[in-house]
């Protein structure tokens, strides 16, 4: 079966809001929690770009949302995977890595020269293993209530910080890192898809 893979337009947002539910879902197991209103004023070049993929009866099937990036360490632009989904029944046909390949280009054209993802579960880490080149690590993420926390403290004396600590605010662990005692923060291995693959990436997409 073919399909189109197309930039994301406002008409698509109810059918986006359905396939992030139905990612998050099968994913978190959890309900989407964003808004048709807050995903149109995000998406569009305000804060993320979005692609999609569609039936020749224009029925969008996938979807993968990506923002620009930078890399301080070597100082070059690139772009980031942010979350990508197929539906299940149109699996194992290429459209994810084509989804890729369409970021890729799209970063290209505004001078990137790298696109990075974070595999959320086997299946997408193969994916990225494919054609990757894959670092271990973790990324950790502070929000809620503890991240108000943080903002309170911020230009305040380590007294106070270590006060927050032993008032059981969760602000600090003994070792002094920034992390919440309380509630769950998410952790994901990284990768990184680099200037080799990336050259292969732009090529298959404009050869």
Known sequence: ?????????????????QLLDMYMQETYERAWRGTPQQLEQDCFGAELEMVVAETLEQEAIAFVAWKKAYDLHVCIKGGEVIDLFVCSEHRGRGIAINLLLAVASDIQKYGGVYIKGQPVNARSEGLYQRCAR???????Y????????LTELSGKGLR???????NNHGILNPKGLLINNY???????????????????TSDTTG
């Open 1 to 17: 079966m073919p399909y189109l893979f197309r930039p994301a337009i406002p008409a698509d947002i109810p059918k986006l809001c």
């Open 134 to 140: 894959c670092f271990p690590g973790a990324e950790c």
């Open 142 to 149: 502070v929000s809620g209530r503890v991240f108000r926390r």
């Open 160 to 166: 106070e910080l270590f006060a927050g600590y032993r």
């Open 183 to 201: 509630e769950s923060y998410e952790i994901v291995k990284r990768s990184k898809l680099f200037s080799a693959q990336f050259r292969r990436f």
